[in-house]
């Protein structure tokens, strides 16, 4: 939870769009605060020190970090390197379950900040960077710049500053409200912004978040500069404006006496976001139904009169001039959609009354060249200022953050925060792993099996190899664990096709794939495991990969994993901690009613599955027999009524000062079959020993709870 007492937010404008490009970015030391065109005095601004440090890189392309360049790594024996890069993960600043404020703002913010800005300072557009953002936590943090939509306050981001300006050097655009710049103009504005800065740092992405008007103008400079790396953002775009319903009224409002004129916005706030999720924001999930009711009566009572002073932020000839502006910008980015390069990620809302989104992102998804949708089917059209997304999470669910040219799924990883952990499991999954009330064990380097993970190493480099259950159900407890008691992140090894986005729809909603990004999923191979030991992280590996866990009927707790050991030299070399494990349950919760062989049997299922496996990469071609069959398909299942799930890591397995295993095949093979003799092992035990479980049933489980708790642990069988 977050206070509910909070500073309003600050701001510091830095770019003024009137002054020359080198002034823009890189203003004199003796430029006074004023000619930064700072706002009223509820807003603050960066210190001048602040803001040297902060143009002097920009003006002279210098980073201010303090971490070695590459050659300097590169000097470095392997033992430094590694000591290196777990120092340089520990700097950024980004711990797992970090707080990145997230839910401490509301749009009661978002008004004020409004009516702050929409004074007329008789300025032209500029950016500015809210003070909320901060310094970001991570080097070589990538540029994003907000484009904001009708208002052209530029306060649209307010609920994601404090979680974006820990990856991103965040600056929003701020149109004034008596501000008569035309398309074309805005787009120059842009277009000079981007190149400059493409200018000091050619091999670093900018992101553009277009918020409806504003995803015109990111789409416009997309297709303008084809050469600069750009990613899109686009939150319901206004590229559909001359399809919205509101177009038989618009004449109306030329026409509209002025005194009237104030029901308007009042009036377009209905149609352009929902009340009720934006009363939501900031009201925690945990609150019993009476709590919840009455927090959200008191939000919503103190929220409706606040949409009136829309009337304030868009006056009469300012709404009218952005109508123009909308038609205008549509009309100019659509005109350009054939040029756009760029990588494009579309924010669309189901409800959204003032736009199509949904028919647009259809459209555009088939359009553009690199085109990507999450559809939000309960929000409205002020997706941004709602409950329940969280931006930065949308971003890294979609594996669309990063640093360089190309995605490193090891550097580019950003561990999931504190909103996103309780998001996760204390909502979307709560009442899954309540009905599992999963069970975990680890082993004591003296044998001795206890329930939790005293037995896990607590210092990386640790490798666990296990059992891979049907369609990995048994992943998202084993993350929730990780992370409650160890404060640690595993790094699941997955099949890259996880990752493509070549079977996803122009309808895409997050789904569970975008929550395995989210935990450290990343593909399986040599060199993401490599660097992974590199830098002493816990990574997760299943030998049996995709055969195992897309079993057939019968092959429950069967393992296939290929004859030649894959990992075991990897891990030797490293000094690796191999940590064996166990798990049952599935058999338990899911029964398999059409398996890969019937559905090869079935002429359209069978042709489906050839299609998707045809172009798809490979991951064990050279790998004979069932271990090999690595084709991806989707098993047909039911649920049964809910057992338990059970956990069990066997003795660590040190693998430092193993030489042999480096040079001699057939040691590596010994140790090798010794691992895998664990895993079975330890799931033979579980199977055996959960029949002494007495609460196995759920059954049992709802009556303890009951009487204990809802978050009470239940016991289970002695080890």
């Not at 208002?151 to 701020?174: N, Q």
């Not at 579309?346 to 949904?358: E, R, V």
């Not at 953050?401 to 309780?422: A, C, H, I, M, N």
């Not at 172009?615 to 809910?642: C, F, L, T, W, Y």
Request: proline share 7%; aromatic share 8%; net charge neutral.
């Amino acid at each position: 939870s977050h206070p509910l007492h909070r500073p309003r937010p600050c701001l510091a404008f830095f770019c003024n769009s009137s002054v020359s490009a080198t002034q823009k970015h890189h203003p004199s030391p003796a430029m006074s605060i004023p000619a930064l065109r700072s706002f009223p005095a509820v807003y603050g601004v960066k210190s001048t020190a602040r803001l040297v440090r902060h143009h002097s890189r920009l003006g002279g392309g210098l980073r201010a970090s303090s971490g070695a360049v590459n050659g300097e790594v590169g000097l470095r024996n392997r033992s430094r390197k590694k000591e290196d890069a777990v120092k340089k993960e520990k700097d950024r600043g980004l711990e797992p379950l970090y707080d990145d404020g997230f839910g401490g703002v509301t749009v009661k913010d978002y008004f004020a900040a409004a009516r702050a800005l929409c004074k007329d300072d008789g300025g032209p557009p500029r950016w500015f960077s809210p003070v909320e953002c901060g310094q970001p936590a991570v080097e070589d943090a990538p540029l994003l710049l907000f484009l904001p939509g009708t208002d052209g306050v530029g306060m649209g981001l307010i609920l994601h500053h404090k979680s974006l300006g820990k990856a991103f050097e965040v600056r929003c655009l701020h149109i004034p409200v008596n501000d008569r710049t035309p398309f074309e103009g805005l787009l120059q504005i842009v277009e000079k912004s981007i190149q400059y800065e493409h200018d000091l740092s050619p091999n670093r992405p900018i992101y553009l978040v277009g918020d409806s008007f504003g995803g015109c103008l990111a789409l416009a400079a997309a297709a303008r500069n084809p050469h600069i790396d750009l990613v899109l953002l686009l939150v319901n775009p206004a590229t559909s404006f001359a399809k919205t319903p509101l177009q038989p009224i618009l004449p109306l409002l030329e026409a509209m006496p002025s005194d009237l004129h104030v029901t308007v916005p009042y009036l377009l706030s209905f149609v352009m976001a929902d009340p009720l999720k934006m009363a939501m924001v900031s009201i925690e999930n945990n609150l019993s139904p009476p709590e919840t009711l009455q927090k959200l009566s008191e939000s919503l009572t103190s929220l409706l009169p606040l949409l009136s002073q829309l009337a304030d932020i868009i006056p009469r000839d300012a709404l009218l001039w952005k109508l123009k502006l909308l038609k205008s910008g549509a009309a100019y980015a659509n005109s350009r959609l054939h040029a756009v390069q760029a990588e494009v990620l579309f924010l669309a809302s189901g409800k959204d009354n003032l736009l199509p989104s949904g028919e647009e992102a259809d459209r555009l998804f088939k359009g553009l060249k690199n085109c990507r949708v999450r559809y939000f089917k309960e929000n409205g059209h002020t997706l941004l200022l709602e409950d329940g997304v969280n931006l930065l999470s949308v971003i890294k669910g979609a594996n669309m953050y990063r640093r360089g040219r190309q995605r490193d799924f090891v550097t580019d990883y950003l561990p999931p925060t504190l909103s996103e952990f309780k998001k996760t499991f204390d909502e979307d999954h709560k009442l899954f792993h309540l009905a599992l009330s999963p069970v975990m064990m680890s082993t004591l380097t003296n044998g001795k099996i206890v329930r939790g993970l005293a037995g896990v190493p607590d210092q990386g480099p640790v490798l666990f190899v296990g059992y891979h259950a049907l369609m990995g159900i048994e992943l998202s407890p084993l993350y929730e664990e990780f992370l409650r008691e160890k404060n640690t992140i595993v790094r699941g090894m997955a099949h890259p096709m996880l990752f493509g986005s070549k079977y996803e729809t122009s309808r895409q909603e997050s789904s569970r794939l975008d929550t395995v990004s989210m935990y450290g999923g990343l593909p399986v191979t040599p060199i993401n495991m490599y660097r992974l030991f590199e830098r002493n992280q816990y990574v997760l590996l299943y030998p049996g990969g995709a055969r195992e866990a897309l079993h057939r009927k019968g092959e429950e707790y069967k393992l296939f994993w290929p004859d030649q050991p894959e990992f075991v030299r990897m891990a030797a070399r490293f000094g690796v901690t191999v940590v064996p494990f166990g798990f049952v349950g599935e058999d338990d919760i899911l029964e398999l009613v059409l398996d890969y062989n019937d559905q090869k049997n079935i002429p359209y299922l069978r042709e489906w599955i050839e299609s998707i496996n045809k172009d798809g990469q490979r991951v064990r071609d050279s790998v004979k027999g069932e271990e090999g069959n690595q084709d991806m398909h989707i098993p047909a299942i039911v649920p049964k009524v809910p057992g338990r799930f059970y956990y069990l890591f066997g003795k660590p397995i040190k693998m430092e000062g193993m030489n042999n295993v480096l040079t001699d095949r057939e040691s590596a093979n010994e140790v090798y079959l010794h691992i895998k003799s664990e895993v079975e092992d330890a799931m033979a035990y579980l199977q055996r020993k959960r029949e002494e479980d007495p609460y196995r049933s759920i059954a049992q489980r709802a009556v303890y709870q009951a009487t204990q708790g809802v978050s009470a642990r239940v016991p289970t069988f002695e080890p």
